[in-house]
């Protein structure tokens, strides 16, 4: 498969700085695959997984943006909080992607280590960071398509 091109389009990261450690190397995927198929990259980054949406919203609000691409990562820990952000964090990204009009791809990795979230992140599995601005590419060429 040939990555998608993004020449002439926007895009905004927008990533949580909880576990900044892991998501600075999704951050790091997500824009050299968007600089790699020629997009202009905003970075933004919020507190943690659960204020994604909210930022991300905003950000597609001001129409500057052809893509948003959602970069954290929640660790489950001993407490229901690991399933209230990250079920959270993916409704409102759902959300968002369903309702405004700008291509959302969501690199949340919601795991139970470290370890599993390092292998996301640019280790045994690739980088998840990458892989969601590549969907965000596409489905934003595929929104200018519909719409011509």
């Given at each position: 498969?040939?990555?998608?091109?993004?020449?002439?389009?926007?895009?905004?990261?927008?990533?949580?700085?909880?576990?900044?450690?892991?998501?600075?190397?999704?951050?790091?995927?997500?824009?050299?695959?968007?600089?790699?198929?020629?997009?202009k990259?905003?970075?933004?980054?919020?507190?943690?997984?659960?204020?994604?949406?909210?930022?991300?919203?905003r950000?597609?609000?001001?129409?500057?943006?052809?893509?948003?691409?959602?970069?954290?990562?929640?660790?489950?820990?001993?407490?229901?909080?690991?399933?209230i952000?990250?079920?959270?964090?993916?409704?409102?990204?759902?959300?968002?992607?369903?309702?405004?009009?700008?291509?959302?791809?969501?690199?949340?990795?919601?795991?139970?280590?470290?370890?599993?979230?390092?292998?996301?992140?640019?280790?045994?599995?690739?980088?998840?960071?990458?892989?969601?601005?590549?969907?965000?590419?596409?489905?934003?060429?595929l929104?200018?398509?519909?719409s011509?």
């Amino acid at each position: 498969m040939t990555t998608p091109r993004a020449d002439g389009k926007r895009f905004a990261v927008v990533a949580s700085r909880w576990n900044e450690f892991i998501v600075d190397k999704l951050v790091a995927g997500a824009v050299e695959a968007l600089g790699q198929a020629g997009a202009k990259v905003d970075v933004f980054r919020c507190p943690g997984a659960f204020e994604l949406p909210g930022l991300s919203r905003r950000l597609a609000e001001t129409g500057r943006f052809q893509g948003i691409v959602a970069l954290g990562t929640v660790l489950r820990g001993d407490t229901a909080h690991f399933d209230i952000v990250a079920n959270e964090s993916a409704r409102g990204m759902g959300a968002l992607a369903a309702e405004a009009r700008v291509a959302v791809g969501f690199g949340v990795l919601a795991c139970d280590t470290i370890e599993q979230a390092l292998d996301r992140a640019g280790g045994k599995t690739g980088n998840r960071g990458a892989d969601a601005a590549l969907v965000a590419v596409e489905m934003a060429n595929l929104y200018a398509a519909i719409s011509r």
